[in-house]
């Protein structure tokens, strides 16, 4: 991107398979750089441990810019249960910028070249988030959140510490970076020790 005049809006990592699963974190990870992903034939749900939530700047930033194409074989039936679950995933976590392209009487085998090109047409299709439907799924979250952290801080008022511990690790892996700052806290008034 140094050297060439390259589209920044237009820089996209995917995937086969277990390389569509990295490759959905790598966007994840990296909103700033890549504006989507195209996932062919595997994908995860996030905030359950193994696609952690970025920080919240870098989340928000996924959230309102980036797309994914889920590009999955008609006949792929495990894979196509996990993007549904994947896609519901997205849509708690308010990333709405999903779309569903399927290749018929496919089963699990990496995309051809007519079905790559319609998933980089679908990437570029990158229709604008509305911003209230965006900023009231944000603020569901930051409302749950809370709650969970609350939960925590309960427990150590009530001198349960084994019970705030487990609960953190808990409230960690689901919201991730989201809640690094907080999840910091409240480890310290546990004791924890990095």
Not at 7 to 22: I, K, M, T, W
Request: hydrophobic share 40%; proline share 6%.
């Amino acid at each position: 991107m140094q050297r060439y005049p390259i589209d920044p809006d237009r820089v996209y990592v995917g995937g086969f398979s277990g390389g569509s699963r990295v490759a959905l974190r790598t966007a994840l990870a990296y909103p700033n750089l890549f504006r989507g992903a195209l996932l062919n034939a595997g994908s995860d749900p996030i905030g359950d441990g193994e696609e952690l939530v970025p920080p919240d700047d870098l989340f928000a930033k996924y959230q309102g810019t980036s797309r994914l194409v889920y590009l999955t074989g008609s006949e792929d039936n495990w894979n196509i249960q996990h993007d549904m679950v994947s896609r519901d995933s997205m849509k708690s976590w308010c990333v709405f910028g999903t779309v569903v392209e399927t290749m018929s009487r496919v089963g699990h085998e990496a995309a051809v070249p007519y079905s790559v090109d319609r998933a980089i047409t679908a990437l570029d299709q990158r229709p604008p988030v509305d911003p209230a439907k965006l900023a009231s799924c944000r603020s569901r979250i930051a409302k749950e959140m809370a709650a969970d952290l609350q939960r925590v801080a309960d427990l150590l008022d009530r001198n349960k510490p084994h019970d705030a511990w487990r609960t953190l690790t808990k409230v960690d892996v689901h919201y991730g970076g989201l809640a690094a700052a907080e999840i910091s806290q409240l480890e310290q008034r546990i004791g924890f020790r990095r």
